[in-house]
Each structure stands twice: as structure tokens, then as C-alpha cells.
């Protein structure tokens, strides 16, 4: 294929190599790719490559870090091209107000106060709801993102956190979300996950999304029901800076 320009042609083959693993990863376990979203994550990379992505086909995009996002998607919109912005990081509260304004959807909602704070930002900034998934801490390090299982802290519990999304306007409880911990298999985490959002979806019924599987370790997490994939270096090749 003839592409405007050598890292168009790039991504385009990063895409491609990421949708056949999708697809084997899906035709392993009987499932069809078209319920799995891969959100494109473009964090450290420059709003052009977004634009890329965007001729390319992918709809679905994630940042990590407030400042960036908030420049990017600006600059994207500029353009005309229409997204899809998920926020994946960690989340302050402070940066609420932020978020809200160029985020569709946040991944990382993990604290009660965190959801009274996004509540209040949406009824300030927004026409419509954000769409929010509830992190869950796979490791249990009340210092890493996510929100806990048990454990002895209120504002982190993972079962207040969701009631407080489900009572809110101004946010709409899609599911849940993970990062696999890095000392431990992701195939164990993600069916630690998969357990968690099937109880979740128990009680909530339209709590859907799964939001589990990077670059590598989407197949695993297809396996254990990953409804989207969030995946950087993969597609757009390794980042200059660890973040
Ligand atoms: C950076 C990031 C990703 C993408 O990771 P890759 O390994 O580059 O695919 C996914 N999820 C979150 C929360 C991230 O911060």
C-alpha cells in the first residue's frame, strides 16, 4: 500500500499486526474480534500520529496523563477528526475539571472522593455523562492506581467506589478496568479480573466493559473476556520515556 508518509506506513503495519493478534487471540476462544475495541495509546507520541491513527481507521484513542491529553485532544479536534479519548492513568482529583472536558471516558476511576469530584466536573463542564470505568487494584498496593478489595481503606474500597459511580448522574458505570501487575502472570491476575467483573456485572448489570490487555499481554486477556484493549508500544513502537 502506498501511505502519505513513512510512519503512516509504520502504523499502518503495527495496526495490522495487532488486529491478527486480535483475531487469533479471539479465534482461540471462540470470540468474535468485533466485540473487542483496541484503544490506540498515544501518550508521548505527537498529535500527528493520533491524526495517523485516525485516517487509518482507529476510532478509539488513551492518554495517561492530564496535561498532554488536554494539548493533544485539542489540537485533534482542530482538525475535524472525530475520537474517542479515554483517560488510562492515574487520576488526582484536582485534575477533574480537566479531564472532563476532552475525556469520553475515564479508566481509572478509583476513589470515592475521585467520583464526587469527576460528578461535580461533569455538572460544570459537560451536556452529557462521562462514561467511567472502576480501576481494580490487582496486586492490592494501595499505592499503585486501582481500586481495593477488601482492605481497610473507604475511600478505596472497591464496592463503594462502584455504588458511588451507580448513584451519580453524571457518570455511567461501563464496567471495570486492570493493569496486570508486573511480578505476576497476567493470565492469573486477568482471571482474578474476569471473577471481579462478573460479580460487578452481577450487581450492575449494564457494567459491561472489561478494559484489560497492553501490547503484551493482549491475548491473555481476550481469554479472560476483554472487551478493550488499550495498547501502545505495540502499534506506535517503544516510547522515549518510561512514564
Ligand atoms: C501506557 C499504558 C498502556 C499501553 O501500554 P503498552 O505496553 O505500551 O501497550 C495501557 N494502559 C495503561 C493504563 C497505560 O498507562
Not at 499505592?143 to 478489595?149: D, I
Not at 448489570?205 to 478494559?211: F, G, I, M, Q, V
Request: charge should be neutral; proline fraction near 3%.
Amino acid at each position: 500500500m502506498d501511505f502519505e508518509d513513512e510512519r503512516t506506513g509504520e502504523i499502518a503495519d503495527g495496526l495490522a499486526r495487532i488486529r491478527r493478534r486480535l483475531a487469533s487471540a479471539c479465534g482461540a476462544v471462540g470470540r468474535d474480534p468485533a466485540e473487542v475495541t483496541l484503544i490506540a495509546v498515544t501518550k508521548t507520541y505527537p498529535a500527528e500520529d493520533v491524526r495517523r491513527l485516525a485516517r487509518l481507521g482507529v476510532r478509539d484513542v488513551g492518554e495517561n496523563r492530564d496535561q498532554e491529553a488536554a494539548a493533544k485532544a485539542a489540537e485533534v479536534a482542530a482538525t475535524g477528526a472525530d475520537l474517542v479519548w479515554h483517560f488510562v492513568g492515574q487520576l488526582q482529583r484536582n485534575k477533574a475539571r480537566s479531564v472532563v472536558r476532552y475525556a469520553d471516558v475515564v479508566h481509572s476511576v478509583d476513589g470515592v472522593r475521585l467520583v464526587r469530584a469527576l460528578d461535580d466536573a461533569v455538572g460544570r463542564y459537560r451536556d452529557r455523562p462521562l462514561d467511567a470505568l472502576v480501576q481494580v487494584s490487582l496486586d492490592g498496593d494501595p499505592a499503585r492506581g486501582g481500586a481495593l478489595v477488601g482492605g481497610d481503606t473507604p475511600d478505596r474500597d472497591l464496592d463503594r467506589v462502584l455504588a458511588a459511580v451507580a448513584e451519580l448522574d453524571g457518570l455511567r458505570l461501563r464496567g471495570v478496568m486492570a493493569v496486570a501487575p508486573i511480578d505476576a502472570t497476567p493470565g492469573t491476575a486477568f482471571d482474578r479480573l474476569a471473577g471481579v467483573a462478573a460479580r460487578v456485572r452481577a450487581a450492575y448489570p449494564a457494567a459491561t466493559w472489561l478494559s484489560a490487555g497492553m501490547s503484551g499481554d493482549l491475548e491473555e486477556a481476550v481469554k479472560c473476556g476483554s472487551t478493550h484493549v488499550r495498547v501502545g508500544t505495540a502499534l506506535l513502537g517503544k516510547r522515549a520515556l518510561l512514564r
